[in-house]
């Protein structure tokens, strides 16, 4: 959940109208990134503000996983978190490399096609012990965004194997206050 945390920036890009798309095939987040700062030169995107995302957890697999864990984790499905968020102007048009990956560099998009008011992109983290790999797909405007992500990791044993789908649900609520302006455009 917390690389979800870090998707609004990202989403923010998104837009419509003259919708300018952006296609990727085994790209580094970095090529990823230049693209969507070009990108944002050239249409209207999402509108800077206080945002509403909900998150709902739909599906967990764990063949490993300890019963106790496995019952904590089934409780928590179809339980929404709701996070807000204030998105200035700055993080709108400008993405930052790491929006999903954060330091990782072993990571590279798959695919990423974002554009027509459509998202479809797969992210794969390849580290020593373990390959995960992160799929969303969905559909924006300016002011929302429906999203389901889908975040599954294959390590070395059977304990280490899990696979959580999410559905993301975003809207624009409004304006940020002065505080949260400032404290988003940091």
């Known amino acids: 959940m917390k690389r979800l945390a870090l998707a609004l920036p990202l989403l923010a890009l ?14 580094k987040p970095s090529e990823v990134a230049a693209k969507m700062k070009e990108a944002a030169g050239k249409g209207s995107f999402v509108r800077p503000g206080q945002w509403e995302q909900t998150v709902s957890l739909v599906k967990v697999d764990a063949p490993g996983m300890p019963p106790e864990a496995k019952q904590y984790m089934q409780k928590a499905m179809g339980r929404t978190q709701v996070h807000n968020v204030c998105l200035s102007k700055e993080q709108a048009e400008k993405p930052r490399e790491n929006f999903f990956t954060g330091a990782d560099q072993n990571c590279t ?16 983290c390849k580290h020593q012990q373990a390959t995960s790999t992160m799929a969303m797909t969905g559909t924006y ?37 002065a505080k949260a302006a400032t404290e988003g455009a940091n």
């Open 14 to 27: 998104a837009s419509c109208g003259s919708d300018p798309a952006v296609k990727a095939d085994n790209a």
């Open 141 to 177: 405007t300016p002011d929302n965004y429906v999203l389901t992500m889908t975040s599954a990791n294959d390590a070395a044993g059977p304990s280490g194997d899990m696979t959580m789908t999410m559905k993301v649900e975003a809207k624009r609520v409004g304006d940020c206050d």
């Open 109 to 124: 998009y798959e695919h990423f096609n974002w554009g027509g008011g459509k998202i479809d992109l797969k992210l794969i």
